[in-house]
């Protein structure tokens, strides 16, 4: 048999490797808000050390993805020196949009008590 062995591909492995840690990362973060208030029993650790070692792959692989694709990043921003003074109306609306949700579910917290 003849098969072609592909190389392996570091920067795909690097991307999905961050995009899967990312993505478990807002449930285990829902579980921990859940049971903040419980003693520390095993279903509750087990979620903490879930969303700890999640939050240091993404890093790690985030940082990673960042320096292997670091020449179109530099090109990208590179780029952007051109388009500065047309902020686009999409961005504006977008910030707006997280500051709102921020504002609302953090401030939650300064009236709890």
């Known amino acids: 048999m003849n098969e072609k062995t592909k190389k392996f591909n570091t920067r795909a492995f690097v991307a ?13 973060g829902y579980f921990n808000h ?4 419980d003693p520390m029993t095993v279903q509750r650790h087990a979620w903490m050390s879930t969303h700890n070692t999640l939050g240091v792959i993404f890093a790690v ?47 939650h917290a300064f009236h709890v008590r």
Not at 34 to 37: G, K
């Open 16 to 28: 999905i490797t961050a995009a899967i840690a990312g993505t478990g990362l807002p449930l285990s």
């Open 34 to 37: 859940l049971l903040q208030f």
């Open 61 to 107: 692989f985030a940082v990673w993805h960042v320096l292997l694709n670091r020449q179109a990043l530099h090109n990208h921003v590179r780029g952007l020196s051109s388009r500065i003074p047309f902020i686009r109306r999409e961005a504006i609306f977008a910030a707006a949009l997280v500051a709102a949700c921020l504002f609302a579910i953090v401030g």
